[in-house]
């Protein structure tokens, strides 16, 4: 049994459930494409090697973490190009996780398993559709281009890892050097209704808090992974997402099972819909009307 340091790159498909269900044969050539397309050159070129694909999920290692994250936003920037061929609705968001850590390879088929591997799964799902999140390990090894930038994601007490991890985002740095903190109105929303059994929801958002939260507030039923818990089970771990857009509110899906709505209009994954006091947000089969407090 061999173990060897590795750069791990782990890959899911955000709403696959969704989107096999609605149109199966086009989903899973759309899927085949993206790897032979997509993954497999920007593995290539990062001198990496795809580990294997089970279902939409992907797993490749690296030598260093600079490749692999440098791997990891070729995937992302490919894929944007890629999905420009397609329908709104088909689109393909990966979520992309990256950890460096310990792996013992199977000398049989050269699969990977161990620790390492299994963070770099638990950190993919605290990523954003179309995003990459990464390990602080991993962060503190790699220097962006300067077009990225890395955004504290927090602590996260992940499942089955006894240790808490603090994850960060790799996203666009769009905000210019000196640019002035938004101020944003002392306001706060309730968030409140029913499940279809009748049973009350509840919780509380103040938008000002939102400023210092560049990441977004995370909507699910996963008390480890969101700051909003939701605990229905048509509510997904990772659900949705609260952020502001200027001073004003908005709310995206993060590729949930059972779908988020306002107003009765059904969200696409990762396209984000604003929100205001008076709406209603559907999250699965949870309807949360939306008032000042």
């Given at each position: ?148 930038a890395f955004h504290d ?59 210092g939260q560049p990441q ?78």
């Amino acid at each position: 049994m061999q173990r060897r340091l590795a750069a791990i790159v782990h890959a899911d498909l955000a709403g696959f459930t969704r989107m096999m269900e609605g149109a199966e044969t086009r989903t899973f050539r759309h899927l085949k494409s993206a790897q032979i397309e997509v993954w497999r050159p920007a593995i290539d070129v990062g001198r990496g090697r795809l580990v294997g694909t089970a279902g939409d999920a992907m797993l490749a290692e690296f030598g260093s973490a600079v490749s692999a994250v440098g791997a990891a936003i070729d995937i992302q920037e490919r894929m944007a190009r890629f999905n420009e061929a397609l329908n709104e609705d088909q689109r393909m968001l990966f979520r992309i996780g990256v950890h460096l850590g310990e792996v013992i390879i199977d000398d049989e088929d050269q699969n990977i398993f161990g620790d390492g591997v299994n963070l770099a799964a638990r950190i993919q799902a605290i990523a954003e559709p179309g995003g990459i999140a990464v390990s602080r390990a991993v962060r503190d090894l790699v220097e962006l281009r300067v077009e990225y930038a890395f955004h504290d994601g927090g602590e996260h007490q992940l499942k089955n890892v006894s240790r808490s991890v603090q994850v960060f985002h790799v996203r666009p740095a769009r905000q210019a050097p000196g640019t002035t903190t938004r101020m944003v109105p002392q306001i706060t929303l309730r968030f409140e209704g029913p499940d279809s059994a009748g049973r009350k929801h509840l919780f509380e958002v103040a938008l000002d808090k939102l400023v210092g939260q560049p990441q977004g507030l995370f909507i699910g039923r996963g008390a480890d992974q969101c700051e909003l818990v939701v605990p229905h089970p048509t509510v997904s771990r990772r659900h949705a997402k609260l952020s502001l857009a200027g001073e004003a509110l908005q709310v995206e899906d993060l590729g949930s099972t059972n779908g988020t709505a306002v107003n009765g209009v059904v969200l696409k994954a990762g396209a984000p819909m604003a929100l205001q006091a008076g709406s209603k947000l559907r999250l699965g089969d949870v309807e949360l009307l939306i008032q000042h407090i």
